[in-house]
């Protein structure tokens, strides 16, 4: 038998193909398929002849498959429910139903305000597949113009005028050192310089956050004795609370320290004392359906911040 691309099969011939042998007449199954039936007999006859065999028995009734007939109704059955399957799929992604969306974040972000959002992202996008890692801001960037990344999470440093940036949220940073320390009864809040009076506990020098503080104190010349330095916010509180230290934190980790290690927090009195954070992406347009989807979602949890109609104008 030739090879099956010289013999011009096309999904006309085996449609009407499985309808021929499904209505079992050769007018029905034009009727069927819009076709004429002289068109179908024709049709089938020459692909007969290409395969240089039999597929129906015609008689006065109609018509029926020979044995070469039922082995492939058999398969083109199978053909066809692929093929339905695949145009699902497909639908799927284009209504933004299904697909992968990449996101990337900060440490505070995917330790603080991210997981109950995402969870309702999942929840309103069960057929998305989300993939969640932790980066830093700059490594975010990168991703995000690279076309690696579709959302991304970024705090301390300025988005280039090439990506689409969204305001996320403004979290007051906020001083955390134990009930006993000398500094726990000024409620109104205190002054880096007077961080001075105690060993600090510092986050790792690549962290956005990190880069933020020192870079102030540089600037006010404040030397913050960092004695121990850690990668995550819970850690971090574990070793105020034991007494190595004094910390800054974004409100919401200033809050759960607070709850779970019985610590004082304070306001932080200094300008630039407020973590600010975008959610970015390289392009809306160019975004996947789902990546839109999330987008949406997302932008419509953030917190404490107004709906802004003008954000989500890109709505699918």
Partial sequence: MADWR????????????????????????????????????????????????????????????????KVLMRHVKSLFDVVEVTLSDLESLTLGHTGEVRISASLSMISSLLPPILGEVRAAHPGIDLQVEQENSEDILTGLSRGTTDIGFISGIPAPDSLTCFDFIAEPLEVILPAAHPLAGLTEGVRLSQLTISDYVGLHSDLALQRLICRNAVGQEIDLRAIVTVGGFDTLARYVAVGMGVSIVPRFHACEACKLHGLVRLPLLE?????????????????????????????????DMPERNEDLAFRI
Avoid: N, Y
């Fill in 6 to 69: 010289s013999l011009g099969l096309d999904f006309v011939t085996l449609r009407v193909f499985k309808a021929a042998v499904e209505e079992q007449s050769l007018v029905a199954a034009a009727e069927r398929e819009h076709l004429a039936a002289s068109a179908i007999s024709r049709r089938i006859a020459e692909f007969e002849s290409r395969l240089g065999i039999e597929l129906l028995r015609r008689h006065d009734r109609g018509v029926e498959p020979t044995a070469a007939g």
């Fill in 271 to 303: 300008e630039w004392a407020v973590r600010k954070t975008q959610v970015c992406v390289r392009s809306v347009t160019h975004l996947s359906a789902a990546a839109k989807g999330v987008l949406d979602t997302i932008l419509h949890k953030r917190p």
